[in-house]
């Protein structure tokens, strides 16, 4: 159960962002993550609230993108969908293949809100 | 680059923050912000600087991860052994509770610094930074840091290594690598260990462990040993020979040597 630790990175890179944005609170946050990150969406998802309570996060919501499993294949010259227990290229099935996609944890975007967005 | 306007988005996140992409305003007409850092960009931050102290010192530093009681303080104990005349080792045991193994490794006469982690299932860079205070650098050929037991979460954290040594027990399944494929793609070095085992066993082919770790597109060594027969360890042995000559090769020519794999941050963000 290491998203917590996640999310607490996390919220600590959104409020270090709105002090530098000048944002009052946290509306929406938008993480990119696939399955070879090693973190669980779901579980992300769940510990967000916990760590997100008592910050100006608290109540925003967390959108996540699942990141697709892409490899390429240096032998075929190929890119093809994989699982993330077998990146073998479809098209030739070498196993030497490079991961395109599928490893991100990444912040994509934040949506803050500013006092005079009260007004 | 910059964080803020956007200039650092990847092709595949554009539709996001094109204008009138779902996320560029919002009705109420909120302010968003695009980023693209990872989100252990700080935990990155703090692994980039353990490797440079590494370094500076001409440290080595591996990163040994396993599931619980796969041999990897046996395996430490038969490698000081073996290797404790010509290399100046040190230890950093990372569990949850206890100072069981670091004392194990001391009795060796080896320095052992014993983080303690409470309830967290993996140790991070910043857990290994405050061990290194505990260290003096200058007396150290090369630094083993045993990871918590685990599968699982010690995969997603930089630590500052160099390499990264999955071990995997023959009383384990030969399938793991493909159920934890976080943790085996990362690897660098997969031991498999406590082979004295493998005439008593029916249910684990190495090669069969090896195809599994191939499907990962991981063409990393799998050597296999036993911390009770010295003479099983004799490639190990020579892997780490080549891996300080290598590392020394690299700080000689100001590079710096990493895991094959790296967090997603550190290419993202320049840290690699």
């Known amino acids: ?119 | 680059m910059c964080d803020t306007c956007g200039c650092n988005v990847t092709h595949g996140n554009q539709h996001l923050i094109a204008a009138g992409g779902k996320l560029q305003k919002t009705g109420q007409g909120n302010e968003a912000v695009s980023v693209l850092k990872s989100l252990l960009s700080e935990n990155d931050h703090a692994a980039a600087h353990n490797r440079q102290h590494f370094d500076s010192h001409g440290v080595l530093a591996l990163n040994l991860m396993s599931s619980p009681g796969s041999g990897k303080t046996a395996l430490l104990e038969a490698t000081i052994d073996a290797l404790g005349n010509r290399y100046r080792i040190a230890v950093v045991e990372g569990d949850l509770e206890t100072e069981n193994d670091a004392e194990r490794i001391r009795r060796r006469g080896v320095q052992a610094v014993q983080i303690t982690t409470g309830t967290a299932c993996h140790l991070d860079a910043h857990m290994v930074h405050t061990a290194l205070h505990q260290l003096n650098l200058d007396d150290i050929d090369i630094l083993f840091i045993e990871n918590v037991g685990n599968l699982v979460c010690p995969a997603s954290f930089d630590l500052g290594q160099h390499r990264n040594i999955t071990l995997l027990s023959v009383t384990e399944g030969d399938d793991k690598p493909s159920k934890y494929p976080v943790m085996f793609r990362a690897a660098d070095l997969v031991a498999l260990t406590k082979v004295d085992l493998l005439p008593v066993l029916d249910d684990f082919d190495p090669d069969r462990a090896s195809g599994n770790l191939r499907a990962l597109a991981n063409a990393a060594p799998v050597l296999e040993m036993s911390a009770r027969q010295p003479e099983t360890l004799r490639a190990w042995l020579q892997w780490l020979d080549d891996e300080v000559q290598h590392h020394h090769t690299h700080c000689e020519n100001g590079e710096t040597l990493r895991p094959r794999i790296q967090p997603d941050g550190a290419h993202l963000h320049g840290l690699a």
């Open chain 1, 1 to 119: 159960m290491h998203e917590l630790s996640v999310c607490q990175a996390l919220i600590a890179q959104l409020e270090e962002l709105a002090h530098r944005e000048m944002a009052q609170r946290v509306e929406r946050v938008l993480v990119g993550v696939g399955p070879l990150s090693g973190v669980e969406p779901q579980l992300l998802q769940r510990a967000y609230p916990l760590a997100a309570a008592g910050t100006l996060a608290q109540d925003s919501e967390l959108a996540i993108e699942d990141r697709p499993v892409r490899v390429h294949c240096p032998q075929c010259g190929e890119d093809s969908d994989a699982s993330a227990s077998r990146l073998l290229c479809a098209h030739c099935g070498n196993w030497r293949t490079s991961l395109l996609s599928g490893d991100e944890l990444i912040l994509i975007q934040v949506e803050f809100i500013r006092e005079k967005d009260y007004v």
